[in-house]
């Protein structure tokens, strides 16, 4: 009957019952408030055991309590019986079985008492055989018929896994898809994301965790899993679920969540880590879509926390989030590199150093600084273009020139590809190999002869660092060649865009 209340009561509170224990024989004259006090003084392993609750049972004449562990009750490391000053209390967990043995148990317990004798064992060395830590060294007893079984249901729990239909489980959060939510229902895309993590670490049957899927369905949302069952009776619950966010979900298409996920920016005061777990929602619900592979969700996401970030944000520079996008690292790693950084910067560490900087005034006025007055922001550079001295044309390899099926015989190849590597100055070898014509002038000839100007477009400040980087890139290599300094590019801009 202690077995059956024990069960009864974890599963109307609707914890564990393995990680509970029921102590009876609690007088009513025993403070409520000394009962945790003494059950955790009375052995170490309960020293961290927490009351539940109590109550009053009538066939004992006395109060039974549950309590709880942090982790699952492993009986053979709880006592029997706990001693106090007006008698002593009863543990039971569910491992225990209602004493006294049944005679057939009893029976059974003695053939194997004899079998390990013969084998040289016996009942101090049941924890070794069942992997347990061994237990202080004792003089040898009897075994009791409560220890026994005790020792083979601890024995039987690791070989051979519960019923499904038996095990105890918490149940899904209950939906229903209707005009007025029911009282404990949340919206549908919380509730989603919940079941399906739960299915997927439930290892039971197809069948039955459709059964537990069906039991927190109501109303409409029933109705769509009957009308899929009256077509498929064995219908798999990912089919379920699909169903489901076909009715209730968000009708968008996998173009228009990818879309929402490379639009996504970091707000005005918004932490980075914020961003980060902010992108990262939109970015499991584009691979969910299969607008994202799962192999590319590293890269994907790297990719776009770089793009999204405010310009010039200090740890996009201090974890050189840039050039690490050929090998990016996980989300865990990531979001704590980013968290440890935050909580860097936020305890003022700075990094002191002497560097030179040269001013120049641009302007046709006298500028005065006063002393102690902050003229600009200084920042770690990403990256540093040096420019290519002009040198020899290098050879290009014959074997770059493949002529695949060509009917040319291999002597005439050879001779082609002789040819070609001797104008080696004809072909690109690189991106920013684009060559240099000065023989020839073009002229564009307009309608109108009158000059215009053509209004500037606007550029964003996300994308101001990316258009510096490739003028200069272009700059290094002869492309392009500057009209005007650099800090007058920028000083235009800037009053363009303000």
């Not at 209950?174 to 439930?202: K, V």
């Not at 961003?275 to 590319?296: D, H, N, T």
């Amino acid at each position: 009957m202690a077995l059956h209340l024990l069960e009864d009561w974890c599963k109307g509170m609707n914890i564990d019952p393995r990680n509970c224990l029921l102590v009876t024989g609690v007088l009513e004259a025993v403070d409520e408030g000394s009962i945790e006090p003494i059950l955790r003084s009375s052995t170490e392993y309960l020293c961290k055991c927490k009351m539940r609750g109590s109550i009053f049972v009538r066939e004992e004449g006395a109060f039974a309590v549950l309590c709880e562990l942090p982790s699952a009750v492993d009986p053979l490391q709880v006592p029997g019986t706990i001693a106090v000053d007006d008698g002593e209390w009863k543990v039971i967990t569910t491992g225990s079985q209602p004493s006294p043995a049944p005679t057939a148990d009893v029976e059974f317990l003695k053939k194997m008492s004899d079998f390990l004798g013969k084998e040289g064992k016996t009942l101090a060395d049941m924890p070794g055989l069942l992997g347990l830590k061994p237990r202080a060294p004792q003089q040898e007893t009897a075994p009791s018929p409560d220890e026994w079984v005790k020792a083979l249901g601890q024995a039987l729990g690791k070989v051979m896994p519960p019923h499904p239909e038996s095990s105890p489980y918490r149940k899904l959060r209950l939906f229903s898809g209707g005009p007025t939510p029911i009282p404990g229902e949340e919206a549908f895309e919380p509730w989603l994301e919940h079941t399906t993590e739960m299915l997927q670490e439930w290892a039971v049957p197809e069948a039955e965790k459709r059964r537990r899927l069906v039991e927190c369905l109501r109303g409409p949302a029933l109705d769509v899993i009957r009308t899929l069952k009256l077509g498929n009776p064995g219908v798999k619950v990912r089919d379920c679920l699909e169903a489901l966010d076909h009715a209730f979900g968000r009708t968008e298409s996998s173009e228009d969540v990818y879309c929402k996920f490379l639009n996504a920016r970091q707000q005005k005061g918004e932490k980075v880590s914020a961003y980060v777990q902010r992108l990262e929602k939109l970015l499991q619900r584009a691979i969910m879509r299969g607008a994202v592979a799962v192999e590319q969700m590293d890269r994907t996401r790297l990719a776009q926390i770089v793009r999204g970030i405010q310009y010039q944000n200090p740890i996009l520079l201090h974890l050189r989030l840039r050039e690490r996008q050929d090998n990016p690292p996980s989300y865990s790693r990531l979001i704590k590199e980013v968290r440890e950084e935050e909580e860097r910067q936020a305890a003022g560490e700075v990094w002191e150093e002497e560097v030179t900087i040269l001013v120049a005034n641009e302007t046709c006025r006298d500028v005065f600084v006063k002393p102690g007055q902050k003229i600009a922001d200084i920042f770690e550079p990403e990256s540093v273009v040096r420019p290519q001295c002009e040198a020899e044309v290098p050879m290009i390899d014959p074997a770059k020139f493949d002529f695949g099926d060509s009917p040319l015989s291999e002597e005439w190849k050879d001779r082609l590809r002789k040819k070609l590597c001797e104008r080696s100055k004809v072909f690109s070898l690189h991106e920013w190999d684009v060559g240099c014509a000065k023989g020839v002038e073009h002229h564009i000839r307009l309608q109108d002869p009158r000059p215009f100007r053509e209004r500037s477009r606007r550029i964003a400040l996300s994308e101001m660092e990316d258009v510096r980087h490739h003028l200069q890139e272009l700059i290094a290599n002869g492309i392009i060649t500057e009209a005007m300094s650099t800090s007058k590019i920028l000083q235009r801009w800037l009053l363009q865009l303000y």
